[in-house]
């Protein structure tokens, strides 16, 4: 059983900053793909941060330089630290998991939060 609860949302200007959080219960462990995907209000969704079960870490193109991805030693707490927001950023941030190597759709990943609000405003 696992269950991912995000929390950091909010509203900022741009060129304003949020971290992000996202708690993850049951068995969940290092060798688990944790990532962040984002849906806008037109229904888009891309992943825009993962550290895979390997440790390796992977951004979004639109989101290298601004954002950063990390997770304590144990994957139980997965961060983006997000710098320079842009109103473009703004979406509901889903924290996401899967056994094992991350998944190379987002509508194949296992295990979703709930999601977490971000707006920026020009």
């Known amino acids: 059983f696992v269950r991912l609860a995000e929390s950091g949302g909010g509203s900022v200007q741009a060129g304003g900053s949020l971290r992000l959080a996202c708690t993850a219960s049951?068995?969940?462990?290092?060798?688990?793909?944790l990532a962040w995907v984002r849906q806008t209000t037109a229904k888009e969704r891309e992943e825009v941060a993962r550290?895979?079960?390997?440790?390796?870490?992977g951004y979004e193109d639109s989101v290298k330089g601004r954002f950063t991805v990390s997770a304590d030693n144990d994957k139980k707490t997965l961060y983006l630290q997000m710098n320079n927001l842009k109103p473009e950023d703004t979406a509901m941030y889903y924290c996401?998991?899967?056994?094992?190597?991350?998944?190379?759709?987002?509508?194949?990943?296992?295990?979703w939060g709930q999601g977490t609000q971000v707006t920026v405003s020009s």
């Open positions: 049951g068995f969940v462990h290092s060798r688990w793909c």
């Open positions: 550290i895979d079960g390997d440790g390796s870490i």
């Open positions: 996401v998991s899967e056994y094992g190597t991350c998944a190379p759709a987002v509508e194949e990943y296992d295990y």
